[in-house]
């Protein structure tokens, strides 16, 4: 259905049928043929009466390519498009199929019910077509009729002509109405919301029913005619726009005015319907935009030279006709002028891959720009990337499109020479690991190989696609191709992690994870953020080394683990500072050797708990100190009093709110009240000697006053107002207490009621200080508003920093509120609100600050731009201390930028001081000056050191670690001379302090490294001995005792040859001289009493040389320690495989060696009969059975009957074999069972 075309709608009183005639029957299934003519008749009229028009309408629409509102994607339907529609479908119910031309117009085919089909072509129109705006001047009056009741005929409205329109409120006085949407939308709706007000209005109104063809002759060119008629008349004149499909023509005005221009109307219509023709020529469509012109500015020239109207078809439609309607003699003309204006563009095609596309238009459109620069009336369009074809349109003047066309064909057939593609298939799931971290390997592979790489998902295809010269595409492709078969190998493992351990599993800004990640370098470690709740740490590489990293991280999770025990110990507030120390000398030592994390808390805080973290033994080891350090620093008293457990409950006070006050006010004691079933009457108080003692003192005073007249009661107060009632140091409480003799009671932080003040007392005593407070809460209850006068000038002080001076003002003074004028109100009125006490002190304190503000000068401090980064500090931590510390402001400059990037030196006597090095200070004149002299102080200075290159690296440390440390230590920057450069100088600079603290530092560094050197030079001396190398196992000693006792005694370092060294028999010792000669005696002790021991060889047979060795050594071993000798066996490689050495004393070594003979030969005497043995058993030999040497041919040699090895496998079926119990008398004997098989399976 077409856009103008309206849907059916049934009738709302629909007639009552009977069902026959609501579902008759089909004419097949009548009882008998039916032919005569009255019963198809009454067929065919009950079939009309039936008929019901459908509900669901299809509008088609369309957006020429000129007016769409682009969403700067790369594809049709790869940005916002396809979410768009699906927004609206679900909006509005409608059903909507989007296309796009070849000119890149879309095409919309909206299906739905009528309502649904309008609302969601408003929409679409306000997404995909380019918005205009206009305003129209409506009287006030008429502005209901255009909402009519509850807006539903500017909805409509709204709907029929697809636009947005705004209509100004009733309390506006404005008559402005605006029209938002596309250009026909805003025609139609104008249209309607004047005929609209023109029936409404008194004035006269004419309808003229006019033909739709003829409006172009009464309008003129550019409605030149209207427009004079309406200037003449002084009437309004509405011509439906060409875009509404209307034949009338409305008139409002003075009467006379509209009686003249309906005659003028209808005469001009009478005139061309008489005088009118048409031709009609056909046009192809692409080239209707041409006749049409800008804004229908061709089509207004052709009606105003000839006076011939020129209707164009609607765009929607396929239908190619141009109709030409006007005077008989000017057709001609007009035609002509339609051919030339159509045909004065011509339109070709060019074809390129459309992958190449982005290279012709190139970087921001530079290469297409150089071709169209100098043809400005070219246009050059692409096609879309999903047109396998690839096709380039040019349009534009014929000379010009050619000229184009070649260009772009050289450029395109150059591309492609150069220019070549790749695609690989890749799971999304690695994507991530090629694109890297924030991109940085899919960048360097575009960096190295020059090419363009795309990933892409859509439509499930997965591809990686390569663009770019030949060799840059190859060489990416391999690299991407190594990484993919690379991660497909890979292996991640998922380990669970409390998140409470991730800031220590991290370290320092990250050091211990860096670690981590340095010793399994293959491995990614992913550690869930700040936001991820997860307690899942991901590691992923090959998987040799993700086994390995796992397991390393289980043993550092177990170690934080056993390293994250929590203690928390109270200790009295006053002794928290002896607890840190000086500079926190106590506190850093007690962490040092307990190596535990020790917390206290903050200055503001009430908690008197000390926390500690790590291992439990560390943990009880530092509390153990820190208790220590209290006890011995006061004298911690506990002591019991008796209190019958009848007050318990009343002193302790509803919620703890009395014993709390109480333990607060005796200087935090602790006060511990026993069980409730242990029936006993013993409190506790803990705490030091004095406080223990008040505490005590308090509580019987308690006592006494309930066991008297215990009484109760409360006040009520706001809790703003609770610190004036206390007073500084609480002197007013304090002043009611002493004179009633009741104790008053605050609530606290932890209490829900903060208003409720609780007194406690004898009646008399709790009833008079009731009254007292009552009456100073009244006085402060009683609000007052005051004024004072405050020069401008200082208003800034205090409303900056968001009204920081004011808010700390009213916290000291109950509350109260302060009001300075607003920003641009010139008045130095300042309005101050709260109880009257309040106000006062208020107002006090605001002359003072004022009197301070002007007793304020400002001074200015010359310091170069250059080090103003430096007299700041990181985050202007220094001079924020010296704001603090000499209540000054200081204001900086703002920096200069400088052309070349480098800030100009000034000679001394060049000129005045630059802005920029200006400082000022604002504050008292002893202050300033002091702040002054403090930033000057500030200013860095570089001082050199001499320092011998060789030294530098030591002073740098592992990793730039000493340096760092050294750095941080003094706050300044110390340059080491470069590599290339060796010079013997360290440059530092800083604040002349803080440099000369760290020259001596660098210095005393230097001394020291000096000091190493010469005391290295003195253990570098080399002693080397000759000693007989069969001698030296003997000096190394069982597993190197020997030889460590000799290094750790004389401190030195003593080396063995290898054996087969040409110089086997040297030892060197390494070390002072004094302590190598003191080795060296220790060694010749030991070899002069090995040169006294024999060695004697023995010839032992290599058989029985197990047996003399036994187990693991164990039979040797007990011969050499019973004779105190050395014995050696030869190895396998030796010439004689059974000659032994014995080495020791020479009688030693003749005892060993009878012992050594006994046992071999009582061993080879097993050995002959084992020998014999095997001579008798050995199976026949093939010699035997040919009759060889020794054999005798009638015996059958030596024959063993009845061994194991020939016995069958059991028959547990036999009683023969498994002979019955005697409870079985049977006495029957179970058959043999053929079966081979039994309990240990079958026979093999």
């Known amino acids: 259905m077409m856009e103008g075309e309206a849907a059916y709608e049934p009738s709302t009183a629909a007639p009552t049928y009977s069902y026959d005639e609501v579902f008759p029957a089909l004419p097949e299934s009548a009882p008998g043929p039916q032919t005569t003519s009255s019963q198809m008749g009454q067929w065919s009229t009950t079939n009309n009466k039936m008929r019901v028009g459908s509900s669901v309408v299809t509008q088609v629409f369309r957006v020429p390519y000129e007016e769409r509102k682009m969403d700067m994607s790369e594809r049709f339907g790869e940005g916002d498009s396809k979410g768009i529609c699906q927004d609206i479908m679900g909006e509005t119910g409608a059903h909507i199929e989007i296309s796009q031309s070849k000119d890149q117009s879309l095409t919309f085919l909206v299906t739905g019910k009528q309502t649904a089909v309008l609302d969601a072509r408003r929409k679409i129109l306000t997404h995909f077509q380019t918005q205009a705006s206009t305003t129209i001047s409506i009287p006030k009056e008429y502005h209901r009729f255009i909402l009519g009741k509850g807006g539903n005929k500017l909805k409509e409205l709204e709907k029929n002509t697809a636009t947005k329109i705004s209509i100004p409120p009733t309390a506006d006085s404005s008559d402005k109405i605006v029209i938002t949407g596309t250009k026909e939308g805003i025609e139609k709706a104008v249209h309607e919301i004047r005929v609209t007000s023109d029936e409404q209005s008194k004035q006269a109104y004419e309808r003229l029913e006019v033909p739709k063809i003829y409006h172009p002759f009464i309008a003129g060119a550019h409605n030149e005619k209207v427009n004079a008629l309406m200037s003449e008349t002084g009437v309004r004149i509405n011509i439906p726009p060409l875009s509404v499909q209307k034949d009338e023509i409305t008139i409002a005005g003075e009467k006379e005015g509209v009686m003249l221009s309906k005659q003028r109307i209808l005469s001009v219509f009478n005139e061309m319907a008489k005088k009118c023709a048409t031709v009609s020529v056909e046009v192809i469509k692409s080239q209707h935009k041409y006749v049409i012109g800008p804004k229908g500015s061709s089509i207004a020239e052709i009606l105003q030279e000839t006076g011939v109207s020129v209707e164009m078809p609607p765009s929607d439609t396929p239908n190619d006709t141009i109709t030409l309607r006007g005077p008989q003699d000017k057709l001609g003309q007009a035609l002509s002028m339609v051919y030339l204006k159509a045909n004065s563009v011509r339109t070709t095609t060019v074809s390129a891959p459309a992958w190449i596309h982005k290279y012709i238009i190139g970087r921001k459109g530079a290469n297409i720009k150089q071709i169209t620069q100098d ?66 390997n899919i960048n360097r592979i575009k960096e190295e ?105 289980q043993k550092l999770v177990k170690e934080l683990g056993e390293s994250s025990h929590v203690l928390e110990v109270p200790i009295y507030k006053q002794f928290h500072k002896y607890i840190i ?45 820190i208790q220590k350090i209290q006890n011995d620093m006061a004298n911690i008293v506990s002591e019991d009093i008796t209190i019958p457990p009848k007050h318990y409950n009343s002193l302790i006070g509803a919620g703890g709110k009395l014993i709390h006050a109480i333990m607060d006010e005796c200087g935090g004691v602790t006060i511990k009240f026993p069980p409730t079933d242990s029936n006993s009457d013993k409190v506790t108080i803990r705490g030091p000697k004095d406080d223990v003692e008040k505490a005590k003192q308090q509580l019987l005073e308690l006592v006494t006053e309930r066991q008297l007249s215990g009484f109760t009661a409360e006040v009520r107060a706001k809790a703003q107002h609770h610190k004036f009632l206390i007073g500084r140091n609480g002197v007013n409480i304090k002043k009611i207490r002493d004179s009633t003799g009741a104790r008053i009671i605050f609530p606290t932080d932890k209490d829900e009621d903060k208003e409720v003040i609780t007194i406690v007392g004898k009646k008399d005593s709790v009833e008079k200080a009731k009254a007292e407070l009552e009456a100073t809460i009244k006085e402060i209850d009683n609000i007052v508003e005051s004024d004072m006068c405050v020069d401008p000038k200082h208003h800034r002080h205090f409303v900056a920093r968001r009204g920081e001076v004011l808010h700390q003002i009213a916290d000291q003074y109950g509350g109260v509120m302060i009001s300075f004028p607003r920003a641009g109100i010139t008045s130095d ?87 920029c090095d200006t ?68 440059k530092i600079t800083g604040a002349p302090s803080a440099a000369a603290s760290a020259k001596e530092a660098v210095e005393e560094r230097c001394k020291q490294l000096e000091e190493d050197r010469a005391d290295r030079q003195l253990r570098s001396f080399e002693l080397k001995l000759e000693v007989d190398p069969d001698f ?33 028999h040297i030892i060197t010792i390494t070390g002072y001289e004094k302590n190598t000669e003191a080795a060296k005696e220790d060694i010749m002790r030991i070899v002069n009493e090995l040169n006294k021991m024999v060695k004697e060889q023995v010839s032992i047979d290599h058989r029985v040389h197990a047996r003399l060795i036994g187990q693991r050594g164990r039979a040797i071993h007990k011969v050499m320690e019973l004779y105190n000798v050395d014995i050696k066996f030869p190895r396998s490689t030796d010439p004689d495989p059974s000659l032994v050495s014995i080495i020791g004393a020479e009688e030693n070594v003749a005892e060993a060696k009878e012992s050594l003979l006994n046992q071999a030969e009582e061993y080879m005497q097993d050995v002959n009969e084992q020998l014999e043995l095997e001579q008798y058993t050995r199976p026949s030999t093939r010699s035997d059975k040919e009759g060889g040497a020794g054999a005798n041919p009638g015996e059958t040699g030596f024959v063993v009957k009845g061994a194991p090895w020939e016995q069958s496998t059991p028959n547990t079926s036999s009683i023969e074999d498994f002979p019955s119990f005697g409870g079985d008398n049977s006495g029957t004997a179970a058959p043999a069972a053929p079966s081979t098989s039994g309990p240990w399976g079958p026979r093999r």
Request: include cysteine; charge should be neutral; proline fraction near 4%.
């Open 829 to 915: 009125k300042v309005v101050l609100k709260g109880s009257k006490d309040c106000v006062e002190g208020a107002k006090q304190r605001i002359k003072e600050i004022v009197h301070d503000l002007e007793s304020m000068i400002a001074i200015e401090c010359i310091i170069p731009q250059k080090h103003h980064r430096t007299v700041m500090g990181a985050k202007g931590f220094k001079v924020q201390g010296i704001t603090q510390e000499f209540d000054v402001q200081i204001k900086f400059p703002e920096r200069e930028n400088f052309n070349n990037g480098e800030q100009e030196e000034h000679v001394n006597g060049d000129g005045a001081n630059r802005p």
């Open 449 to 553: 190989t020059n090419v363009i790489i795309n990933i892409s998902d859509n439509d499930g295809k997965n591809i990686i696609r390569i663009e770019g010269n030949k060799e840059g595409v190859a060489n990416a492709k391999r690299e991407l191709e190594e990484m993919v078969h690379k991660l497909e190998n890979e292996k991640e493992r998922d380990i669970i992690i409390d998140r409470r351990f991730y800031k220590s599993l991290i370290g320092s800004k990250g050091e211990r994870i860096r670690e981590v990640r340095e010793k399994f370098n293959q491995v990614q470690i992913t550690i869930p953020g700040p936001g991820d709740k997860r307690d899942v740490v991901k590691i992923r590489g090959a998987k040799e080394d993700v086994d390995k990293c796992y397991r390393h991280m």
């Open 919 to 986: 400082i000022r200070i604002t504050g008292k004149q002893e202050n300033c000056a002091k702040a002054k002299q403090a930033l000057l102080d500030l200013v860095p200075v570089t001082i050199e050191v001499n320092v011998p290159y060789e030294y530098h690296r030591s002073i740098i440390g592992q990793k730039g670690r000493d340096v760092r440390e050294m750095m941080e230590k003094y706050d300044v920057h110390i340059v080491l001379s470069p590599a290339d450069q060796k010079l013997d100088v360290i």
């Open 375 to 440: 043809l400005p009336k070219v246009h050059v369009e692409f096609t879309d990337i999903t047109d396998k074809e690839g096709k380039i349109r040019i349009e534009g003047p014929p000379e010009e499109v050619e000229t184009a066309q070649k260009s772009l064909e050289d450029l395109v057939r150059n591309l492609i020479g150069t220019l070549t593609f790749e695609e690989i298939v890749v799971d999304p799931k690695f994507y991530k690991h090629i694109i890297g971290k924030a991109g940085v």
């Open 1032 to 1064: 030296h196992p003997k000096i190394i000693g069982k597993r190197g005792a020997v030889i460590t006792k000799i290094r750790q005694d004389h401190d030195v370092q003593i080396n063995f040859p290898k054996k087969g060294d040409p110089e086997e």
């Open 581 to 625: 120390g000086k500079g926190g000398a106590n506190i850093r030592k007690i962490r040092d050797e307990t190596q535990a994390r020790i917390d206290l808390p903050g200055e503001g805080e009430k908690s008197d708990v000390i926390t500690i973290t790590g291992k439990k033994e560390s943990v009880e080891e530092a509390r153990d100190k």
